[in-house]
């Protein structure tokens, strides 16, 4: 008997050399035995629309989606998850039935390394640093674990004040770095960008004590600036974002074959890897 041909699936960005996702879905399809390709596929940045339609006309199954195009693959989609509305950026689509379904797994893949991580997050105080897409997306999962609060500090206050206007929920409070020196939190997360070029969101250390959690959106090989900070400062627990890379990818795989494959043996290869390199 002729085997099956492989479900067709893409990551589409611009860069897209870094990604990780092709090793993280084969493994994923090797754990589970789903018979899939994964790519990662360049796309021109003018050219996002053609390509997906491209890939629909090839039967592609489905896509992930990455920066910069995250924004246009939610004005893209025919329906969208309430998740990715809100966030207003869609990092997950689905081909089906001459549809296209949007989603956005970020938040989700962080709530569960969160949970695989022990932090309880009902009614806890989070920090959330940043307010870019990154913090817009896990807004939403994170409410549903049901936090006492969660405030919204940004570099630029503003656009931190418009992300709470937007949830409009009593728990989302906006801050600036300034405000939030004087207040206690169970949880800090860094959604900023600030670790990929090695810097610190300029927040006092007094938001850290020994039963704090810090998390860090990005991830790497060493340790991020913001989590070294953290650790020096007496943080009870500090967690990079490896993690969450392999949960929102978890959560988009079991969308696309309704099957939830286990992230820690993928999170430990990666880590793993890594350490490699
Ligand atoms: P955006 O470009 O949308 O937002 C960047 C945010 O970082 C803004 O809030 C910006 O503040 C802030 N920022 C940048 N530099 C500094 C600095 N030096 N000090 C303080 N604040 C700073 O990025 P995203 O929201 O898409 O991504 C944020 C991070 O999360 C990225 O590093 C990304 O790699 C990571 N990420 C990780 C994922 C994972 O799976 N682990 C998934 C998604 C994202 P301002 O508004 O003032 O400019």
């Known amino acids: 008997m002729t085997p099956k041909n492989p479900d067709q699936y893409r990551v589409f960005g611009n860069p897209i050399e870094h990604s990780r996702s092709p090793f993280i879905h084969h493994a994923f399809a ?23 339609t491209a890939f629909i006309k090839q039967e592609g199954r489905g896509a992930n989606i990455t920066v910069p195009f995250k924004e246009q693959a939610l004005a893209l989609a025919d329906e969208l998850s309430e998740r990715a509305r809100l966030a207003g950026a869609v990092n997950t689509l689905t081909f089906k039935n001459g549809k296209v379904f949007g989603d956005n797994t970020d938040g989700e893949g962080l709530v569960q390394d969160l949970i695989r991580n022990k932090v309880s997050l009902n009614k806890s105080k989070i920090l959330l640093l940043g307010a870019g897409g990154a913090a817009k997306g896990v807004l939403l999962p994170l409410l549903a674990q049901n936090p006492d609060s969660i405030t919204v500090a940004n570099r630029t206050q503003s656009k931190a004040e418009l992300l709470c206007q937007h949830f409009a929920d009593s728990r989302v409070t906006a801050s600036s770095f300034l405000d939030v020196a004087d207040k206690q939190f169970d949880l800090i997360i860094n959604a900023t960008s600030a670790s990929l070029s090695g810097g610190l969101p300029a927040i006092s250390e007094t938001v850290i004590n020994n039963t704090v959690t810090c998390y860090d959106m990005v991830y790497g090989n060493d340790e991020t600036p913001f989590l070294k900070w953290a650790k020096n400062q007496g943080a009870a627990k500090i967690i990079d974002g490896l993690g ?34």
């Open 30 to 52: 090797k754990q589970t035995n789903q018979n899939i390709d994964y790519q990662k596929k360049l796309i021109a940045l003018d050219d996002f629309s053609n390509a997906v």
């Open 244 to 277: 969450m890379l392999v949960g929102q990818a978890a959560v988009s795989f079991s969308i696309w074959r309704g099957v939830s494959p286990e992230t820690l043996p993928v999170i430990d290869e990666l880590r793993a890897s890594f350490e490699n390199e």
